[in-house]
DNA sequence: GCAAAAGTGTTGAGTTTACACCCATGA
DNA sequence: TCATGGGTGTAAACTCAACACTTTTGC
């Protein structure tokens, strides 16, 4: 069965953009759509899949396109198919998410849409398609694999102290503050970090600078692929 | 920009299905290509996706119309769009995983393709596409998912006793064998399982029969979720 | 000296691991 | 009575959570 014979429906990335500048929220990058459907409402950046390129370098076009922000961690987050999710017919959307620190990449600067912004995570406007629906699932995604993955580091500059990781932390998962003493401990314990320096002119005991080690890491997740499983099972919950 | 100015892709489903029959392996589920390209050669089932149905709707129709076999868990893997994995022509396959328990669903009977087998996880034959790999990841994700959320369940008749989940567990994750005592203790703790009864005519202690309770499996998900953060963070690796 | 944030010691509660043991059944 | 797998008691090692405390800087 050759593939001419099949109906196709149209392809997108869109890209689910975390933003964080050190604050006490996360900010999400929207634009503001120029044309119909939906023109004028807020919705996640993509577009239509080009038919040479990889899917995750599309949604990197089309966000760079569209934003100007480029060079980020992107992965792919859930495909979104349901019939009737876009008015002009079928479209599937490969959606991603990616993080970003704000102090390495400033203000978006629109070109292809009419208007691109930073809006706090808890006070998105209303938006177009099911961009509501992806977004949700992107929060969820975020909070879960921060737990256990250090993608957090991707959100910070590259050198920063264990107060700011601990912000960090505490924003991503929404909780009021834990205990300085433990979170310092969990992290040091797993060897990830590496010592850069100290902090200057503060006008308290300067804090150690530490940089992500990816190296490590690495080997942390070789070693637990390669077996030693420490607990067979942990229904956490 | 109306979506018939793109060029589209093509999109299919594919379906990695897990299936376990109490033994020492996991099997999948595999079929044999009737027509190029790859004709003769072992995949996963799949087709093209229907202009007004669902992905996942897709992926359960097209494993029924190749396998017979229907009914059963599904939840989406990844979506798989590398340029150049079809030599149709721009194949875009959102790839899913399936479970179940081979006691309930009978040997797969083919109609669409020309054959359709079981096969042991650890002895697959060559695989047509890229669906090797696709395989693989879903075979890490299976590991991991088991390992916090009660999907291995998918995989058991109704009623099962504790030493079936835990050979199920050791088979899944691929490890020797983990303490009977422990496994127990943990299992039990988190409250999802119902007693239902005691084996009948085995030569040994009759065990008891187990029933999953997804109810209180849904408490603690809604428990989790609303608050009572147990641990900050669990960079377990 | 004071405020501010960094960083450390410690302890009781709780969890995990490991091993040894007993139990109920059919053959 | 034996073999087989089911099921339990428990103690030492380890980890976690919580709290109070000391340190270092700029002003």
Same mark, same amino acid.
């Given at each position: 069965?050759?593939?001419?014979?099949?109906?196709?429906?149209?392809?997108?990335?869109?890209?689910?953009?975390?933003?964080?500048?050190?604050?006490?929220?996360?900010?999400?990058?929207?634009?503001?759509?120029?044309?119909?459907?939906?023109?004028?409402?807020?919705?996640? $950046?993509? =577009? *239509?899949?080009?038919?040479? %390129?990889?899917?995750?370098? #599309?949604? +990197?076009?089309? @966000?760079? &396109?569209?934003?100007?922000?480029?060079?980020?961690?992107?992965?792919?987050?859930?495909?979104?198919?349901?019939?009737?999710?876009?008015?002009?017919?079928?479209?599937?959307?490969?959606?991603?998410?990616?993080?970003?620190?704000?102090?390495?990449?400033?203000?978006?600067?629109?070109?292809?849409?009419?208007?691109?912004?930073?809006?706090?995570?808890?006070?998105?406007?209303?938006?177009?398609?099911?961009?509501?629906?992806?977004?949700?699932?992107?929060?969820?995604?975020?909070?879960?694999?921060?737990?256990?993955? $250090?993608? =957090? *580091?991707?959100?910070?500059? %590259?050198?920063?102290?264990? #107060?700011? +990781?601990?912000? @960090?932390? &505490?924003?991503?998962?929404?909780?009021?503050?834990?205990?300085?003493?433990?979170?310092?401990?969990?992290?040091?314990?797993?060897?990830?970090?590496?010592?850069?320096?100290?902090?200057?002119?503060?006008?308290?005991?300067?804090?150690?600078?530490?940089?992500?080690?990816?190296?490590?890491?690495?080997?942390?997740?070789?070693?637990?692929?390669?077996?030693?499983?420490?607990?067979?099972?942990?229904?956490?919950?």
């Amino acid at each position: 069965m050759p593939t001419y014979e099949h109906p196709r429906p149209s392809v997108t990335v869109d890209v689910v953009v975390f933003g964080y500048d050190g604050g006490h929220d996360l900010k999400l990058l929207l634009i503001q759509r120029g044309s119909d459907p939906y023109q004028g409402q807020w919705a996640l $950046p993509g =577009g *239509f899949v080009e038919m040479d %390129e990889d899917l995750e370098a #599309g949604a +990197l076009r089309e @966000l760079e &396109e569209e934003t100007g922000v480029k060079d980020l961690f992107v992965e792919q987050l859930y495909t979104f198919g349901k019939p009737g999710r876009d008015p002009r017919g079928r479209v599937i959307s490969v959606a991603h998410y990616a993080l970003v620190n704000l102090s390495k990449h400033p203000a978006a600067a629109a070109s292809d849409a009419s208007e691109v912004a930073w809006f706090s995570l808890d006070k998105l406007p209303e938006l177009a398609f099911d961009h509501a629906e992806i977004i949700k699932l992107a929060t969820t995604r975020l909070r879960a694999k921060v737990r256990y993955q $250090p993608i =957090g *580091f991707e959100l910070l500059p %590259e050198e920063f102290t264990l #107060g700011e +990781l601990q912000a @960090l932390y &505490e924003t991503i998962l929404g909780v009021p503050e834990f205990n300085k003493r433990n979170f310092r401990t969990r992290i040091l314990r797993t060897g990830i970090l590496e010592e850069v320096g100290r902090q200057q002119n503060v006008a308290h005991r300067p804090a150690i600078l530490y940089r992500f080690n990816e190296a490590t890491y690495q080997q942390l997740v070789e070693q637990r692929d390669s077996g030693v499983l420490r607990r067979a099972l942990d229904f956490e919950i």
